[in-house]
């Protein structure tokens, strides 16, 4: 059904195309690195106002990974939108402009371990007496509570607690952790969908709350039934490479021209696409054939059809050939790859921010599309301090960032 320009499907009148429809909400983000960083980023794509509370010696993402003319790439990425404070917690006249603010916002996100907020005086407590209304995200490898609540942590520890690292390698090597920081990313979402969840809960019931979120917990309800699995039938996950126990073909394949391809067919019927295509439509026949688990049981048979097929085409042929046969492939992608593909080009995957320090920057849009509040990027992230001033005003006296890391 066609929707009337400028009437949503319930009738009622659209959102201008750039309205940003948490604008009006206030954050402080006091997080570091990554996951409650995140979160807030994530928030302020869709028009929350995130004020990055620092440290004097700026938060420690300024000072990892690459930079560009002594310029931090990745917090140019992960603090857009924000604005940059600078007060020292430790010290009781800055703890006050703390509170100050925190009196004034919706949420605030942060990851120091337990124990911490409450030794400088900004305990839920007191911030709930400042300002009932307020949303307190707690961000920590395992939570507010527990034999492991003070101890310090990491994404990379909930990969390895949460299971995550001893189901993935091959299965005659080491567990293996992820690249990147997957558990922090995914911390950050729930710490976001918690935000929103909660300010949603306080229209209803007046007030804010604490929403606790632990990396390992997020992470161990991300893996799927793994621990059903292991109460009903004590099976472990098993390393078993880039292959699946439930369906197969599910790997990775060299082509003719040393580039690579990702070939996955969980449902049957792209499975006897694939064999066809290769040459073994005998395969789709057996009976083992007609489930995941039981392709998966016999994955060797499959990949031994599936592997020289590939091996004697260059990449681009073997995807030609997928694509017009209906079966699932995919290039395996290097980050130059990412950049000059046609789909993501057209679907405008990275958006060029203005910067002060470097002209423009280059990063990945907004991660998901809403039709009528898209969200944006306006900055990407700014100096230490470039606006302590303008937030905390009198509350908060000017400070000298000369010197201090990523200035």
């Excluded at 430790?90 to 371990?113: M, S």
């Excluded at 509570?145 to 003070?150: I, L, Q, S």
């Excluded at 949460?162 to 293996?176: K, V, Y």
């Excluded at 020289?308 to 079966?327: G, H, K, L």
Aim: hydrophobic fraction near 45%; charged fraction near 25%; charge should be negative.
């Amino acid at each position: 059904m066609a929707i009337p320009r400028g009437r949503t499907e319930c009738g009622r009148p659209a959102l201008p195309a750039l309205a940003a429809p948490l604008a009006g909400l206030t954050v402080i983000d006091a997080s570091t690195l990554f996951a409650g960083p995140f979160a807030a980023r994530l928030l302020g794509d869709f028009g929350a106002e995130i004020i990055k509370v620092e440290q004097p010696s700026g938060d420690p993402l300024r000072r990892f990974g690459h930079a560009h003319d002594d310029v931090p790439l990745l917090w140019k990425v992960l603090s857009r939108n924000k604005k940059s404070v600078v007060l020292d917690l430790h010290e009781p006249e800055d703890a006050q402009r703390f509170r100050q603010l925190a009196a004034g916002a919706d949420a605030l996100i942060e990851n120091f371990r337990p124990g911490t907020l409450e030794r400088w005086g900004l305990g839920p407590e007191v911030l709930a007496e400042a300002n009932p209304r307020l949303v307190l995200a707690r961000v920590t490898a395992f939570g507010q509570d527990g034999p492991y609540a003070r101890r310090p942590g990491f994404g990379t520890l909930a990969e390895a607690m949460s299971g995550l690292a001893a189901m993935s390698g091959e299965p005659d090597g080491p567990p293996a952790l992820p690249a990147f920081p997957l558990g922090d990313a995914i911390a950050g979402l729930h710490a976001a969908l918690a935000v929103l969840i909660a300010l949603r809960a306080r229209d209803v019931i007046g007030t804010g709350q604490i929403a606790d979120i632990a990396i390992t917990e997020t992470l161990i309800g991300s893996l799927g039934a793994q621990l059903t699995v292991y109460e009903h039938l004590g099976l472990k996950p098993e390393r078993i490479g880039n292959r699946s126990n439930n369906s197969a073909p599910r790997g990775v394949y060299r082509c003719a021209d040393d580039r690579w391809v990702a070939v996955s067919a969980p449902a049957r019927s792209v499975a006897e696409r694939v064999v066809r295509l290769v040459g073994r439509p005998e395969l789709g026949a057996e009976p083992w054939f007609a489930t995941g688990v039981g392709r998966a049981e016999h994955r060797e048979l499959i990949d031994d059809a599936i592997r020289p097929w590939i091996a004697a085409r260059c990449r681009d042929e073997v995807v030609d050939a997928f694509e017009a046969a209906e079966a699932a492939v995919a290039p395996i992608y290097e980050v130059d790859d990412v950049l000059a593909d046609p789909q993501f080009r057209a679907r405008g995957l990275t958006v060029d921010v203005p910067d002060a320090e470097l002209g423009s920057v280059r990063m990945p849009g907004v991660p998901f599309r809403l039709s009528a509040t898209p969200g944006r990027i306006d900055w990407a992230g700014p100096p230490i301090g470039a606006h302590t001033e303008d937030v905390c005003g009198s509350v908060a006296p000017a400070r000298s960032t000369a010197g201090e890391a990523g200035a």
